[in-house]
Every structure is written in C-alpha cells, then in structure tokens.
C-alpha cells in the first residue's frame, strides 16, 4: 500500500507540474505575426538610437565647423557713404531762389529789395545779360518775367512766386 501511495504522490506532483508548465507555455506562446512585430519594434527602437547618435555626432561636427567659419568670416566694417553732394555752377543763386520759395514768396511790379535783386540776377543769366541789377521790379523785370513764364509752358502772368522760383531753380540745375 505504501507503494502504491507513493506511485500516487508521485503522479499527482508529476501531474500538477505538467499543468503548471503548460499553463506556463500558453500564457507565453506568442502568434507568429506578434512574434514578428515585437522582433520589428525592438529593431527599429535600435535603430532610433544609432540615429541619435548620429544626429549628436552630426550636431557636434557643425557647431566645429561654424566655430572655425567664425574665425575666417568676419564681418567686413560698415562704411557709410556719405551722400554725393552736387554742386551746380550757379549753386549760390539756386539757394536763394530756394530760400523764396520755402518761404512762400510772392513779388510782382512795384517790389523792390534784395529778393527782387534775387529774380534780376536769374534773368540775366537766363537771358544772357548783363541788365542792371537795381533790385526794384518794374516794367522791365516784368516783362523779362512773363517771357521766362511763357518758355515755361507756365502761366505768364508777370509775378514771381514759388512756382515760378522752382521752374527757375529747374532751369539752372539744367545748365550744370
């Protein structure tokens, strides 16, 4: 009987630990397409990390290569260019002409002073006289005046304002 008790005890232990080692096998044992997928994402979370690696190593050759670019490269100085001032041969009278029309200046005959003078000067060089400048607008000056205006293609009334002023200033700027 005590063989036969322990021929039970054996085969029950015996038993008990097949089952345990196919419940084991079951719980474990993966379908091939799962299999698969767990082999593919292990390769590719490799690879994720010799890709940033690389990308470290790249990232540390290009700042190398920047730090030594900065050497060779250094910014050329600025050099501001001053304005090209143009100066015209009769530059002192295209100021005053200026200063009249800036200030809005109206002279018609029967003006007299220095502005007058101003106008005088101009259309004796217009003209290619050499007028006396008696710094008084009369008939003359007038006269002088309209013909200007009239070259002009402007109205030619005879009285020198801003408009009449920048056409002058126009005129010797052409002349150099």
């Known amino acids: 009987m005590m063989d036969k008790l322990k021929f039970a005890l ?16 079951v719980i474990t044992l993966q379908s091939g397409t799962e299999h698969k997928t767990s082999e593919k994402i ?6 994720n990390k010799d890709l940033k690696k690389e990308v470290e190593k790249q990232k540390n050759e290009l700042s190398a290569l920047r ?24 530059q002192d009278l295209i100021n005053e002409l200026q ?12 003006s007299n002073g220095l502005r007058v003078g101003t106008v005088q000067r101009f259309l004796n060089i217009y003209n290619k006289t050499s007028n006396k400048v008696d710094n008084d607008y009369g008939e003359n000056t007038r006269t002088a005046v309209m013909a200007f205006q009239k070259d002009q293609g402007m109205k030619a009334d ?19």
């Open 10 to 25: 054996f085969s029950i232990i015996t038993l008990t630990l097949l089952g345990l080692f196919g419940y084991w096998s």
């Open 42 to 47: 292990s390769q590719l979370q490799n690879e």
């Open 67 to 90: 730090s030594k670019l900065e050497e060779f490269e250094k910014p050329a100085p600025i050099i501001e260019e001053e304005p090209e001032v143009i100066v015209y041969k009769h």
């Open 99 to 110: 200063k009249l029309t800036d200030i809005n200046v109206l002279l018609k005959e029967k």
């Open 158 to 176: 005879g009285e020198t304002g801003p408009s009449t002023f920048k056409k002058m200033i126009e005129w010797l700027k052409k002349q150099g």
